[in-house]
């Protein structure tokens, strides 16, 4: 059974950093592209962050770039998330979803809540 | 950047009703577009992929249509677990989701 599982978020000041990581299972994970999306609450979803098998190309949309950063480690199935320089709008859930080749997400995990608040 | 936009925002309708949900895209995303499911507290669900693909698991009375820019997401007869919220993505140029339309009980 494909799982993925986020964890790492909480509560945290503007200005703050938080690293989020997704464990995966239950499939080959080297072998899918990974992703961060967001949805603040009460509102829609919003892409954040895609990473490729071998984490050969990395992509982010304009309203992190520059202070999020996405990796992998395919040797612990795991996915990151590491948030610098937050802002009130980071607040969210995060999610972390799996697309193989030429896909979109087939596979989400719960998500975990980031809350920046002073 | 390619913008969804998604109609209605919100509809209200009954278990058996059909019911059509519409998503256009700024520019040609070609099939490259996607169906989700949300209810509350959930991570979303994937329906369809590739405008019309319905997803493995997913009830017939779901079917998706649609390329270029206007793609429509059909239920045929709404069933009590299709009360939820549904977003389109594009994915033919990074991820783009639609604002969302909000399947109410009338």
């Known amino acids: 059974e494909v799982q993925l599982v986020e964890s790492g978020g909480g509560l945290v000041k503007p200005g703050g950093s938080l690293r989020l990581s997704c464990a995966a299972s239950g499939f080959t994970f080297s072998s899918y592209s990974m992703n961060w999306v967001r949805q603040a609450p009460g509102k829609g979803l919003e892409w954040v962050s895609s990473i490729s098998s071998s984490s050969s190309y990395i992509y982010y949309a304009d309203s992190v770039k520059g202070r999020f950063t996405i990796s992998r480690d395919n040797a612990k199935n795991s996915l990151y998330l590491q948030m610098n320089s937050l802002r009130a709008e980071d607040t969210a859930v995060y999610y972390c979803a799996r697309a193989a080749a030429g896909m979109t997400a087939d596979y989400w995990g719960q998500g975990t809540l980031v809350t920046v608040s002073s | 950047d390619i913008q969804m936009t998604q109609s209605p925002s919100t509809l209200s309708a009954s278990v058996g009703d059909r019911v059509t949900i519409t998503c256009r895209a700024s520019?040609?995303?070609?099939?490259?577009l996607a169906w989700y499911q949300q209810k509350p507290g959930k991570a979303p669900k994937l329906l369809i992929y590739?405008?019309?693909s319905l997803e493995s698991g997913v009830p017939s009375r779901f079917s998706g249509s649609g390329s270029g820019t206007e793609f429509t997401l059909t239920i045929s007869s709404l069933q009590p677990d299709d009360f939820a919220t549904y977003y389109c993505q594009q994915y033919n140029s990074w991820w783009t989701f639609g604002q969302g339309t909000k399947v109410e009980i009338k």
């Open positions: 590739k405008a019309s």
């Open positions: 520019q040609s995303i070609s099939s490259w």
